[in-house]
C-alpha cells in the first residue's frame, strides 16, 4: 500500500463488497440449515467462517488488482488459491460440526479434492489474467 488513499480504498471495497459475501452466505447457510434440519447455533459457525475466509478473499483480490501483467497474474492466483481453500476449509468444518460428515471423510476424501480443484482454478486463475480475459 502506498498510502491514505489505498487503505481507504481497501476499507471501501472489502466492507461493500463484505456485506454483498455476508448476505449471500446467510441465504445459502439459512435455506441448507432450513433442509437439513441443523441446529441454529451450528448455522452461526458456518456462516462466520464463511465471511472471515470472503473477507480474506476479497483482501487478497483487491491486493492483487493493484499491479498489472504477470506479477498481477501471479497475485490473482494466489488470492485464488487461498481464498478456495480457505472457504471450502470453512465448508468441511462446518460440515463436520454439523454432524453430517465424519473428521476422516472430511480429510481424506474431501481434503485432497479441495486441494486438488484448488490448485486447477489458481492455474486457470493465472492463465486468464495473463492473457488478459
Not at 452466505?25 to 439459512?30: E, P, S, Y
Not at 483487491?62 to 487461498?82: C, D, E
Not at 472457504?87 to 486438488?116: D, E, K, N, Q
Amino acid at each position: 500500500m502506498n498510502g491514505p488513499r489505498d487503505a481507504e480504498g481497501l476499507i471501501t471495497f472489502v466492507l461493500k463488497a463484505g456485506a454483498i459475501v455476508a448476505a449471500g452466505w446467510a441465504l445459502l447457510v439459512g435455506i441448507l440449515g432450513i433442509a437439513l434440519s441443523v441446529p441454529v447455533r451450528s448455522l452461526l459457525l458456518v456462516w462466520l467462517l464463511l465471511v472471515w475466509s470472503g473477507l480474506v478473499g476479497l483482501t487478497l483480490i483487491y491486493w492483487a488488482r493493484k499491479t498489472s501483467g504477470v506479477p498481477s497474474a501471479r497475485r490473482f492466483a494466489l488470492a485464488m488459491f487461498v481464498s478456495l481453500n480457505l472457504t471450502s476449509g470453512s465448508i468441511l468444518v462446518g460440515a463436520i460440526h454439523a454432524g453430517i460428515m465424519s473428521r476422516a471423510s472430511a480429510l481424506y476424501v474431501y481434503g485432497s479434492a479441495v486441494l486438488a480443484c484448488s490448485l486447477i482454478g489458481a492455474a486457470t486463475a493465472f492463465e486468464m489474467v495473463r492473457r488478459g480475459y
